[in-house]
């Protein structure tokens, strides 16, 4: 029905920079909002940056400045780009998105994560 493909993982050195990719396509009408979560070992998944139908975007403090969300619409697809990355921002990144369905339901769907490792 609707499919999330995410991408764009990696080995970098610290200080280094990523840029994550996540594709959806199926039966969508509208997207509400799209974003990206990371989990680490051990740790519970958190929401790191979320960007909304009408542009609004929201960051994890741990993030701010050096994270940025965007989306193209036309193609179904968001983005993140990061830089200045640090050990910490280590875990695999899943991509989220919440629409409503062309049968109008209202459903949200992950990505099948994919795994950043920053090493020091």
């Known amino acids: 029905q609707v499919q999330l493909v995410d991408s764009g993982g990696g080995l970098v050195q610290s200080g280094g920079s990523l840029r994550l990719s996540c594709a959806a396509s199926?039966?969508?009408?509208?997207?509400?909002?799209m974003g990206w979560y990371r989990q680490a070992p051990g740790k519970q998944r958190e929401l790191v940056a979320r960007?909304?139908?009408?542009?609004?975007?929201d960051y994890a403090d741990s993030v701010k400045g050096r994270f940025t969300i965007s989306r193209d619409n036309a193609k179904n697809m968001v983005y993140l780009q990061m830089n200045s990355l640090k050990p910490e921002d280590t875990a695999v990144y899943y991509c989220h998105i919440d629409i409503l369905t062309t049968t109008h339901r209202r459903e949200d769907y992950w990505g099948q994560g994919t795994q950043v490792t920053v090493s020091s």
């Open positions: 199926g039966s969508i009408f509208s997207l509400y909002a």
């Open positions: 960007i909304t139908s009408g542009g609004s975007t």
